[in-house]
C-alpha cells in the first residue's frame, strides 16, 4: 500500500475504493486494446483516468463483474475527417458546398491557414 499511499497521496483507506475502481477501468482499457487490435477502436471517448497502473496482485484478486460497455462512434464523419486535415488548396477534395467553410466563412476561415507551399 506505500505505492498507492505515495502515488495517489491519500491515505490507506482512501485508497481502497480508488484502487478498485483504477483495477477496473484498467480492465476495461485491457478491453478496449483488445477490441482496437481486432475490431477497431470501439469508443473515442474512453480514457484511463489514472496516471498508474494498480498491481497485478490487485486485478487478480478484484471479484467484481467489469461492465465493458463503451460510447461507440466516432467523433467525427469521413467527411469532417478529411476537411480537418486539408489545407484550403485541396477544397476540391470535398463537395463544392463546403468550399466556403474553407476559404472565407468566417468562424472557421482560420482553421485552414493558408499553406506556403504544396508538395507534388
Same mark, same amino acid.
Given at each position: 500500500?506505500?505505492? #498507492?499511499n505515495? %502515488?495517489?497521496?491519500?491515505?490507506?483507506?482512501?485508497?481502497? %475504493?480508488?484502487?478498485?475502481?483504477?483495477?477496473h477501468? #484498467?480492465?476495461? *482499457?485491457?478491453?478496449?486494446?483488445?477490441?482496437?487490435?481486432?475490431? *477497431?477502436?470501439?469508443?473515442?471517448?474512453?480514457? #484511463?483516468?489514472?496516471?498508474?497502473?494498480?498491481?497485478?496482485?490487485?486485478?487478480?484478486?478484484?471479484?467484481?463483474?467489469?461492465?465493458?460497455? @463503451?460510447?461507440? *462512434?466516432?467523433?467525427?464523419?469521413p467527411?469532417?475527417?478529411?476537411?480537418?486535415?486539408?489545407?484550403?488548396?485541396?477544397?476540391?477534395?470535398?463537395?463544392?458546398? @463546403?468550399?466556403?467553410?474553407?476559404?472565407?466563412?468566417?468562424?472557421?476561415?482560420?482553421?485552414?491557414?493558408?499553406?506556403?507551399?504544396?508538395?507534388?
Open positions: 500500500m506505500q505505492y #498507492y505515495e %502515488k495517489l497521496g491519500q491515505s490507506p483507506r482512501e485508497n481502497y %475504493k480508488r484502487v478498485e475502481n483504477m483495477v477501468e #484498467y480492465l476495461r *482499457g485491457i478491453q478496449w486494446v483488445l477490441h482496437y487490435y481486432y475490431a *477497431g477502436v470501439i469508443s473515442w471517448n474512453w480514457f #484511463y483516468p489514472e496516471h498508474y497502473a494498480p498491481f497485478a496482485t490487485e486485478i487478480a484478486a478484484y471479484k467484481k463483474q467489469v461492465d465493458f460497455n @463503451f460510447i461507440t *462512434g466516432s467523433p467525427f464523419t467527411l469532417e475527417q478529411l476537411m480537418a486535415v486539408l489545407p484550403p488548396q485541396s477544397k476540391s477534395l470535398v463537395p463544392s458546398c @463546403f468550399h466556403v467553410l474553407m476559404e472565407s466563412h468566417p468562424e472557421t476561415s482560420y482553421f485552414y491557414p493558408k499553406v506556403l507551399f504544396i508538395l507534388k
